[in-house]
């Protein structure tokens, strides 16, 4: 090609971006502290009324993961749009601040107080519905037995690619897309969950746009209603309209739009914590969460709401942050930091640490500091229970302590991790002492362990790292490679910790017993050739997160239930699972009710899918037949959880003694006493926190009367 075709070719290419980050509303920028923020409309000291042409579509879901009668399960927004049209975000209604208007005007306004006659209205809108299959791999159904009621999870990245290749670009106007009763999770990680939606410009088409759901007569565990999900998301639109919903950075990394000083969540500086950073932009960079919403968690978001009574109805708005809390007053702005209700936010927001300051997004490292407790000794003879956790040392130089400084409640120690090496041939993997650690001693403090009794293992894998052995060209490269870091420091054995994307069910993959994936099959050869080079004493464990266990009971396909394949295929030669109940969307238990991560609830019923047995992705003809308990342990995460719920999940499991408020009851009222332990990241956390979970939990576990092991011979079906 000639220089001056390639020229033009690029010159077009960067017009065609700039056109669509432009996005098809107009908008304007004002000046804060020497700063420039878009948002939507015309500029306040213009006056006049902007009219935003608007195009409502309703869309209709179809699910492969769920079907009735054979027939894909349906989730259809199109009778909720007469009440979207009679909410404050079409309709008029009173605010205290902003006066008689539509919400996006009034917050305008509220933002702009002395721009009198100014206005922001959204158009009567033309509705477009649309109508999008959800294929297996990108989202389910969860549905309350006691209610019936529905709730969807999704991939939202997904819906809104499929949205726009059937709406094309519309010229001058705001495309608001609806959904019913759905949830979603981004960057096609389902552990990445969940958010009401998401808005700003469309890559592809340049539409400007709006996608939120509309709650109606969802399940109790939603605590957000009707309006508020969508109302969240125009907020957030009219504050950032050049938001990239697709742009792919790192997950503290704002993309592009409007940038912030970085703001802390609200939550956290009412737990004290100084940690939690929300992100420099409108809205968390994780969730898309507002600085009031009270729900940090990985699970459905919950705020306050503002009610307004509009012809006899109740509408839920979403109360939010404004440009004066994230940037701070100026002049020609308010002084109101939150609309519709002025008193959520009271005071502008307080910046994050800097780096080097308590750990947390947008926080460094801390150094270590002595435990200012004692960790509690280790008595009693083994009796089948285990405290297991992972040792973290590979953060920088002083970051960490030695091996042989942990409490002595540990059992099992986990080193994480051990990494893809990608300057070896693919599927080598690599591990190296951890900075600031000398090798000999390092080796010397695993053999110490293990002369008290302990097993210590390495991880392979880890959050972030993304590795496959789906060229069985790679298998030997893994085997070897895996056998040579064993050998060499004297681990006891592996953890598996590859997760998503690292391993997703191939589309017509649908039999677990007979996977024909072949990153699933080839890692399990390759685990059972590292257990026949090594012995029957070499150790397997596996680390799924949620979605790649309990999510395979609504759902099985893509990184839904992604490792049930596995942990079938090597139950003879598993040492034990703990599944992380901390990366997870909500769930159903075998009770058929929906249960959100980080309570007991929650942890009882995810861990008895296991212990009991079920039938993945709601099929009676593939039941997944149950563990045995001696080789399945929870998972937890030390910054995610208390040591009461944990305490009581524990008893809970394995005593069947449930804590006042439980709702989930087990199938086995009496527990299941043989069940292995807890696990928990990180063993480094824990020292920080003073041994506050090594110190309550461990004795715990050791204090059960010792069991044999309990044997399960479940049939293959229910």
């Known amino acids: 090609m000639k220089p001056v075709c390639v020229l033009f070719v690029f010159f077009f290419a960067l017009l065609s971006h700039l056109t669509s980050a432009q996005g098809t509303v107009p908008t304007f920028r004002h000046t804060v502290k020497q700063s420039f923020y878009t948002l939507a409309g015309r500029d306040p000291a213009q006056g006049g009324t902007t009219t935003i042409p608007t195009v409502l579509v309703p869309i209709t879901l179809s699910f492969d993961a769920k079907k009735i009668a054979g027939k894909p399960f349906i989730m259809d927004a199109a009778a909720d749009i007469p009440r979207v049209l009679r909410s404050p975000v079409f309709s008029r209604f009173a605010f205290t601040f902003g006066g008689t208007t539509q919400y996006a005007d009034a917050m305008l306004r509220t933002t702009f107080p002395r721009a009198e006659g100014w206005h922001t209205l959204l158009g009567k809108p033309e509705v477009k519905p649309v109508e999008i299959a959800v294929p297996v791999g990108y989202g389910y159904i969860l549905t309350s037995k006691g209610t019936g009621q529905s709730f969807a999870v999704v991939d939202v990245e997904f819906l809104q690619k499929e949205l726009f290749k059937q709406l094309p670009r519309q010229d001058d106007k705001l495309v608001i897309a609806v959904t019913h009763n759905v949830t979603y ?187 200012t407790v004692t960790a509690t000794p280790l008595s009693g003879r083994p009796n089948g229970h285990q405290l297991i956790g992972y040792w973290s040392g590979y953060g920088r130089a002083g970051s960490t302590f030695p091996l042989r400084e942990i409490s002595p409640q540990w059992d099992v120690i986990i080193v994480a991790f051990s990494t893809p090496d990608k300057n070896a041939p693919e599927g080598t993997m690599q591990f190296h002492t951890p900075a600031g650690l000398d090798t000999a001693e390092f080796k010397a403090d695993i053999a110490y362990l293990k002369s008290q009794g302990k097993k210590v293992m390495i991880s392979l894998g880890g959050g972030g790292e993304n590795f496959t052995l789906a060229n069985p060209n790679r298998v030997p490269n893994y085997v070897s490679s895996v056998t040579s870091i064993v050998s060499e420091y004297g681990f006891d054995g592996i953890d598996i910790d590859f997760e998503s994307p690292s391993l997703s069910i191939d589309p017509g993959d649908t039999d677990f017993k007979h996977p024909t994936t072949p990153s699933i099959v080839n890692l399990i050869s390759a685990l059972h050739q590292l257990h026949d080079h090594f012995g029957p004493s070499f150790m397997i464990s596996l680390v799924p997160e949620g979605t790649q266990i309990p999510s395979g009971y609504p759902s099985y396909g893509g990184q839904f239930g992604s490792y049930l394949a596995i942990t079938y295929a090597i139950r003879d030669i598993l040492s034990f699972i703990d599944v992380q109940d901390y990366n997870t969307p909500p769930l159903e238990g075998l009770d058929g009710e929906i249960y959100q991560p980080g309570s007991v609830d929650y942890h009882a019923a995810m861990t008895e899918l296991l212990l009991h047995g079920f039938n993945v992705g709601g099929d009676p003809r593939q039941f997944f037949p149950a563990m045995p308990p001696d080789k399945v342990a929870v998972g937890f995460l030390t910054g995610d959880t208390t040591p009461t719920i944990v305490s009581q999940a524990m008893d809970y499991i394995i005593t069947g003694k449930a804590p006042a408020g439980t709702k989930y009851k087990l199938r086995k009222p009496t527990g299941y006493p043989g069940m292995r332990g807890a696990m928990f990241w990180t063993i480094d956390a824990d020292r920080r926190g003073n041994y506050n979970f090594s110190n309550i939990v461990g004795p715990q576990l050791h204090s059960y009367p010792a069991t044999q092991n309990e044997s399960h011979s479940s049939p293959d079906s229910q």
């Not at 997950?251 to 929300?278: E, K």
């Open 185 to 371: 999770y981004s960057d096609g990680d389902a552990t990445e969950c969940c958010s009401w939606g998401t808005h700003g410009v469309d890559s592809v088409t340049g539409n400007s746009f709006v996608l939120g759901s509309y709650l109606h007569a969802a399940p109790a565990v939603v605590e957000d209603s009707d309006v508020q999900p969508l109302t969240q998301q125009l907020a957030e639109f009219i504050n950032d309209p050049l938001h990239d919903p697709l742009f792919h950075g790192s997950r503290n990394i704002q993309a592009p739009g409007n940038s912030f000083p970085a703001w802390l969540r609200l939550a956290s500086v009412s737990a004290g914590d100084q940690g939690r950073c929300g992100g420099t932009g409108v809205a968390s960079a994780y969730f898309l969460l507002e600085p009031t919403n009270t729900n940090p968690k990985n699970n459905i978001p919950a705020s306050k709401a503002f009610v307004a009574h509009t012809d006899g109805v109740a509408y839920h708005l979403q109360n939010v942050a404004l440009l004066p809390w994230y940037a701070g007053v100026s002049e020609g702005i308010g002084s109101t930091y939150s609309f519709p209700d002025a008193q959520v936010l009271a005071e502008p927001a307080r910046p994050c640490p800097a780096r080097g300051g308590p750990s947390g997004s947008g926080g460094g490292m801390p150094a270590p500091s002595p435990p």
